[in-house]
């Protein structure tokens, strides 16, 4: 087989488990507090042109992928130097998702581990997968979905006892303010990275159903990481939730079923390790992608353990501390993601339909 | 190694030429015979005791040469062509004078027929030698359907196979392997349903192959594969013909080896490990459930001892207090720390299992007496182990018996997982799962993905794989061929 292809259902669920990726863990739009809701269909909303975008540049280029439109539109120079930029992006994001699943493992599972130990072997599975190539990634991708789905089921079953329905009030209590805050947020963190998935998606058959794709994965990703987030806010409440890093293991801890199913929690990280790995396998496959095209190399493969093992020294040493992540993830984040994800996009929107509409006149005439 | 590359027209001469090449084998028989009436018509027979039926050879060869009465109208024509065509009453006959292809029909199971003053033989198929009788199988046993079992005979082992596929769809292709065994291999498929990128694939690797002796078909088996450091089988073998004519018909193609009851199907997939024939027997219900069963039985036989040690030793919360208590108390004075006192039961275990299946009959007593003061209450109130851990040992033991195909997988992969639970409790188990999804959906088997329909939960896709569903609730003819489709759509 000489070009690596996955099915439409498999990226729509790599798409998925990428939006719920290390949100699954850390949650999404905190600042707005009892009102996060509202700021994730915000935040959802302010996505579609971005997944739009993402679609339309797949399918102005069939078979190729971010990496080969930079390239096709800016130019040699111009082009190398955003695939750098994206090169960045990629690898910064895998370390960043890998150091949200460290701290979590710090902080919460196993205090007494140095946080280097559960993130090599993460990243070792990455490494693993993307070995392996997209198609199998698409292909666990799809099983560990149906695993997440079962999980979550399973645990929502257990917690309905927990829940209380007045949390969700006062809706608007601290005003607009704070949601746009959050919404702002929820729109960089996990919505709009899916732009770096049109690194991977060159090869998807039938490429003709670009938005079906990436429309419908957006919205049952981000419908899945809304319903987390009511679970979260039902059973915490809005005291408790603006209290705890992680609040969905802290919710799932509260579970008792008489006295026999106790402190679960640690089936809900089986959620959160299978997302973030999607997440890291996703962006360390854009990274190699993405590596190899700079260099012109053969294969993308030679260059996956060593981007693996920079991505694992990077997330160790992103921050000194968790306070230190958080205020990154939701003061600076936005500002650093901005051009990667909406001005790059837009840039290269308008010069491919530019190109595009050259071309086919050129062609005509 | 043969430096003459015909037979002399002397008979003698070639009498000697056979001694030379078998020196002091005494089942090489050579017999000489003389026509009674006519003086120019002799010659002799030789064959490989043993190899022939003594019986078609004496009455239907010897006899009719010998009381053969010349006429009028056959004194003309040769000795030989007489033979061919009138005398001699055995349907297989074939003129050669190919040295190598005579000793090879020769040690094959022919009889030559030598005349005087002629260079070629005469290769007569009298094949007949001792086999087993068609039996129940021993490796896989059934309550309903069918009973017959392959033998190490390969024409039997085909006629097996042509009984339930009656159609000229059916399609044979023999080849041989081996240079030193030249065992007969056979290819098998139907036509019409198998994929011809498969089939080429799969031809291409069998002429590839250099192979000084061909014994089983299980040697074949490993050297076919896709991928070959894995633990999982990507070639299938089965004993049962009910279930190689089921594959067969699914598009798959089966690999019978001369003298190796267990018949080889490609592409396999992991599924198929799960597939047992008698499922399409029973009521559908029993059916799917005993499937079920089978997965279940391969999750708790790879994962119980890691779940166990990952529970007792790091994840205790999870556990209700009761429960730890009366753990706790049971591994009291214990002297082994778990992990180790699990890797000891285990390996006991498999020690008392590669015992039991070499053990001669006669004594087989003695391992069942051990086994059950080794892994049993005796040990438990010596305080070697604890009673928990004998449990946990049990349950593994008997799970892996309900998939014995998949043996090699499920003990390589219980060791991994228990010793990444034993590093990092139920999240070194999380990831050494998630690392055997990776490996196992990076898997192919003639270029078909292994896990194929695995975790998808279309209903076309669990029909026959998750669940058995009844033959009246599917459109009869696309129930079965579910598979075929989608190998053929993969292949395309």
Redesign the interface.
């Known amino acids: 087989m000489s070009k690596e292809r996955i099915t439409a259902g498999e990226a729509r669920t790599i798409m998925i488990l990428f939006i719920m990726g290390s949100t699954m863990i850390m949650g999404a739009g905190g600042q707005a507090h009892t009102d996060a809701w509202l700021a994730i269909l915000m935040a959802t909303g302010m996505s579609v042109p971005i997944v739009l975008i993402s679609a339309r540049l797949l399918a102005l280029y069939p078979g190729q992928n971010l990496y080969d439109i930079c390239l096709q539109v800016f130019g040699k120079l111009a082009g190398r130097v955003c695939i750098l930029l994206y090169v960045w992006y990629a690898i910064h994001l895998a370390a960043l998702v890998l150091r949200n699943y460290g701290e979590f493992m710090e902080s919460e599972a196993m205090p007494e581990t140095p946080m280097l130990v559960p993130m090599l072997f993460v990243a070792a599975l990455c490494i693993f997968v993307v070995l392996h190539g997209i198609e199998t990634l698409g292909r666990s991708a799809r099983l560990m979905f149906n695993v997440c789905m079962i999980t979550i089921i399973v645990v929502l079953s257990l917690t309905l006892e927990r829940m209380d329905f007045e949390n969700i009030l006062p809706v608007l209590d601290y005003g607009w303010g704070p949601i746009w805050k959050g919404a702002f947020s929820a729109f960089s963190f996990p919505f709009a990275e899916t732009f770096l998935l049109t690194a991977i998606f060159g090869g998807v058959k039938d490429g003709k159903s670009y938005v079906r794709i990436l429309l419908y994965g957006l919205l049952i990703g981000s419908g899945l990481v809304l319903f987390i987030t009511f679970r979260n806010l039902f059973i915490l409440g809005n005291y408790t939730m603006s209290n705890v890093y992680f609040p969905s293991y802290a919710a799932v801890g509260r579970v008792n079923v008489g006295d026999f199913i106790q402190r679960i929690e640690g089936t809900v990280a089986i959620v959160f390790v299978i997302c973030v790995f999607t997440k890291i396998s996703a962006c360390l496959l854009a990274a190699s992608y993405g590596i190899a095209k700079l260099f012109g190399l053969h294969s993308y493969r030679t260059v996956v353990i060593q981007t693996g093992l920079l991505v694992t020294y990077l997330a160790y040493s992103l921050y000194d501390n968790i306070m230190e992540m958080l205020h990154f993830a939701s003061e600076v984040y936005f500002f650093y993601a901005f051009p990667f994800q909406v001005i790059i996009p837009i840039l290269l929107l308008i010069g491919a339909e530019i190109k595009v509409r050259r071309g086919n006149r050129a062609n005509a005439g | 190694m043969l430096n003459q590359e015909s037979l002399y027209p002397s008979i003698n001469d070639n009498i000697e030429l056979f001694m030379r090449i078998f020196p002091g084998d005494s089942t090489i028989k050579f017999r000489k015979f003389q026509h009674p009436l006519v003086k120019s018509f002799s010659g002799c027979l030789i064959h490989i005791e043993g190899m022939v039926s003594t019986e078609t050879l004496s009455n239907h060869i010897l006899r009719p040469i010998l009381h053969f009465r010349t006429s009028e109208e056959t004194r003309d024509i040769p000795f030989m062509e007489l033979l061919m065509e009138g005398i001699i009453e055995v349907s297989e006959l074939k003129l050669s004078g190919d040295l190598n292809e005579i000793l090879n029909e020769l040690l094959n199971g022919s009889t030559l027929l030598l005349l005087e003053g002629k260079e070629q033989a005469l290769l007569i198929g009298t094949q007949g030698w001792q086999s087993r009788a068609v039996m129940e199988p021993g490796t896989e046993k059934s309550v309903i359907g069918p009973r017959e079992g392959f033998t190490e005979s390969l024409i039997t082992n085909l006629s097996l196979i042509r009984r339930r596929v009656k159609s000229p769809d059916l399609k044979i292709e023999f080849m041989e392997l081996g240079e030193t065994t030249h065992t007969a291999v056979c290819l098998c498929y139907v036509e019409s349903s198998v994929s011809p990128k498969i089939l080429q694939e799969l031809t291409k690797r069998l002429k590839r192959l250099k192979i000084n002796a061909l014994i089983d078909s299980g040697q074949l088996q490993e050297m076919i594969r896709d991928q070959t450091l894995t633990p999982f089988e990507t070639v299938g073998n089965t004993e049962r013909p009910d279930a190689v004519a089921g594959k067969i018909l699914e598009g798959r193609i089966a690999v019978l080896v001369d003298g190796s009851p267990f018949v080889l199907t490609v592409p396999f997939l992991f599924i198929e490990y799960f597939q047992v024939s008698e499922d399409y027997y029973s009521n559908y219900f029993f059916g799917s459930f005993n499937r079920l069963m089978r997965f279940l039985g391969e999750f708790l036989a790879v994962s119980v001892p890691a779940i166990y040690v990952a529970l007792v030793t790091y994840?205790q919360?999870?556990m209700?207090?009761a429960l730890l208590l009366s753990i706790a108390a049971a591994r009291n004075s214990v002297p082994l720390p778990t992990v180790a006192e699990c890797f000891v039961m285990l390996l006991v275990f498999e020690i008392l299992r590669e015992a039991g299946t070499r053990i001669p009959t006669s004594i087989g007593q003695a391992v069942s007496i051990v086994g059950a003061l080794v892994l049993g209450q005796a040990a438990v109130d010596a305080r070697v182990v604890s009673a928990p851990m004998v449990i946990v040992v049990g349950i593994t033991g008997i799970t892996t018996l309900l998939n014995v195909k998949m043996k090699a997988a499920s003990i390589s992969t219980r060791f991994l997982l228990l010793s990444l639970s034993s590093f990092?409790?139920?999240?070194?188990y999380?990831?050494g799962i998630?690392?055997l999804?990776?490996h196992l959906?990076?898997l192919r088997s003639f270029?078909v993905?292994y896990?194929l329909t695995?975790?998808?939960?279309k209903e076309t896709d669990i029909k026959d794989t998750l669940f058995r569903s009844p033959w009246w609730g599917t459109k009869l003819r696309t129930h079965r061929t579910q598979a075929e489709r989608r190998i053929r759509k993969v292949t395309r």
């Not at chain 2, 990092?424 to 070194?428: D, E, I, N, Q």
């Not at chain 2, 695995?454 to 939960?457: K, L």
């Open positions: 994840n919360e999870m209700p207090t990092m409790g139920l999240y070194g999380l990831f998630i690392g999804v990776i959906m990076g270029g993905p896990m695995v975790g998808s939960i």
